[in-house]
């Protein structure tokens, strides 16, 4: 079981940038970490993901803008998203799969102002 904690949201303007952190309570050196976002009244989507070696894969959404990466020894996944859009608004998610069970953590608001 792990639990995860997502942070680094908040408020910022159009053409800015953020780093969300994601930290794991247990290992995750052998899994796949991705990160989801859930836009206002919007379903959940799928916009990154990160391999156990270190390939990155990335939705079109997102694809140019964004950088995932993850820290190994200290059980940390970041992604860092540029030059922000309006679009962008969405709580930002992290999951690990753990055999047939997905872990979530509670998720982080990126509010993105025009």
């Known amino acids: 079981q792990v639990q995860l904690v997502e942070s680094g949201g908040g408020l910022v303007q159009t053409g800015g940038s953020l780093v969300l952190s994601c930290a794991a309570s247990?290992?995750?050196?052998?899994?796949?970490i991705q990160w989801y976002r859930q836009p206002p009244g919007k379903q959940r989507q799928w916009i990154a993901a990160?391999?156990?070696?270190?390939?990155?894969y990335y939705d079109d959404s997102v694809k140019g803008r964004c950088i995932i990466s993850r820290d190994v020894a200290d059980n940390m996944v970041y992604l860092q998203i540029n030059n922000l859009e309006p679009e962008d608004t969405a709580v930002y998610y992290c999951?690990?799969?753990?055999?047939?069970?997905?872990?979530w953590g509670q998720g982080t608001q990126v509010t993105v102002s025009s």
């Open positions: 247990g290992t995750i050196s052998g899994h796949s």
């Open positions: 999951k690990v799969n753990l055999g047939d069970t997905s872990y």
């Open positions: 990160i391999t156990t070696d270190d390939m990155s």
